[in-house]
């Protein structure tokens, strides 16, 4: 009997042992989520499902899980049918980590977090995107309301600035957390399209993240994404897509001309947003050897084709996988948030990145004249 006893209690501390990664966590407002789904974020985006946790009925859960060393997860939290709101954390062996949360209708926003600078610095971001975020929708409903298109244009220019000025915070703030794996994981999501134009600001994101994740699959991706971005002066990958009535729209097609390769979609309000411009520079130029290629990102035609029709997209070359953000062009020429454009010479050749609003005109004007 004592051995029996012995070997269920040897058992016991393997199993106590095995859940050395805890998450207290509590949920206030309004109790619309059951379950939280924990996954692992796997190198080539997708997530490793690991275990599904119960919320009791007053917004408590707790979380045990095995870390046998840093990684990034995500939590889904779900009512069990539609309603999904996702948190990324990095976790790590031994942690004893405090969350806690505000729900409403319209979000499930992380409002405090202790036990990790980690999980610290994940509210902080979050706190931070949240409020860009509400600003940029009030810039979206002030364009939609505007009536005429000089209030049109006088709400976009301002939107650029705040823009502008949004990513330079982000910047700031991600560079100056760079040995944090969540601030490596957040610079890798919101500017790894561009790597070659943020140059800089990866290479501080980098020494960072390499004192401290050296060997981490984030780390090793940014490295390479440096040396293998699309630069200005460099070639312009192929692109090869299926345009609205199932033709091929191919950029080698357009060799001799000057293309502005833009990525969008009908559900990202920024690019909408960005349409008049493009109406504009494509009228000014098409008859001066200038062309635009449409990638979009959706994954419904209809929306798509509606979306082209209603921001009278009046050139031919659209094109899409209507795979989302797993399309393979998107992936070819890393693309993590649209609107994105890059400008191609005749030659093929890319020289100029990101162009927006009037950032875009005066380009046009420099290489095509007025």
């Given at each position: ?113 202790t036990g990790s600078n980690e999980a610290v610095f ?233 162009l927006r609003g009037e950032q875009l005109l005066t ?8």
């Open positions: 009997m004592k051995k029996i006893v012995f070997f269920l209690a040897f058992v016991f501390s393997l199993t106590v042992a095995a859940q050395n990664t805890t998450i207290n966590g509590g949920i206030a407002g309004k109790q619309l989520y059951r379950s939280i789904n924990v996954s692992k974020l796997s190198p080539t985006g997708g997530m490793d499902f690991i275990t599904t946790q119960a919320i009791s009925p007053d917004g408590k859960f707790v979380i045990q899980l095995t870390v046998a060393s840093p990684d990034i997860y995500v939590l889904e939290f779900t009512d069990g049918a539609k309603l999904k709101r996702h948190q990324i954390l990095t976790l790590k062996a031994n942690d004893n980590i405090q969350l806690q949360f505000n729900s409403t209708y319209q979000n499930l926003q992380l409002t405090s977090a994940a509210q902080r971001y979050q706190a931070f995107a949240l409020q860009a975020e509400a600003q940029s929708k009030t810039f979206e409903q002030r364009y939609m309301a505007a009536t005429t298109d000089a209030e049109k244009a006088q709400i976009q220019a301002e939107f650029e600035q705040f823009y502008l000025k949004f990513q330079q915070d982000t910047k700031r703030m991600l560079s100056t957390n760079a040995t944090l794996l969540t601030a490596g994981f957040m610079a890798y999501s919101e500017f790894g399209r561009d790597v070659a134009v943020n140059k800089d600001f990866f290479a501080v994101v980098l020494k960072g993240l390499k004192t401290t994740y050296a060997q981490h699959w984030i780390t090793k991706e940014i490295d390479l994404r440096m040396q293998q971005a699309i630069v200005i002066g460099g070639v312009a990958p192929e692109i090869e897509l299926k345009g609205v009535n199932g033709e091929s729209i191919k950029l080698s097609d357009l060799k001799g001309k000057y293309v502005l390769i833009d990525f969008w979609a009908s559900w990202c309000g920024p690019c909408r947003m960005e349409s008049p411009t493009l109406v504009k520079a494509y009228n000014q130029y098409k008859d001066k050897n200038f062309a635009i290629l449409s990638v979009s990102l959706d994954n419904n035609k209809e929306k798509w084709v509606a979306a082209i029709q209603a921001d009278g997209l009046n050139w031919p070359w659209h094109g899409s996988s209507l795979m989302r953000w797993n399309c393979p062009v998107a992936r070819r020429y890393s693309v993590s948030s649209i609107p994105h454009s890059l400008l191609v010479d005749p030659k093929g050749k890319v020289i100029a990145i990101g380009k046009l004007a420099q290489v095509l004249g007025k």
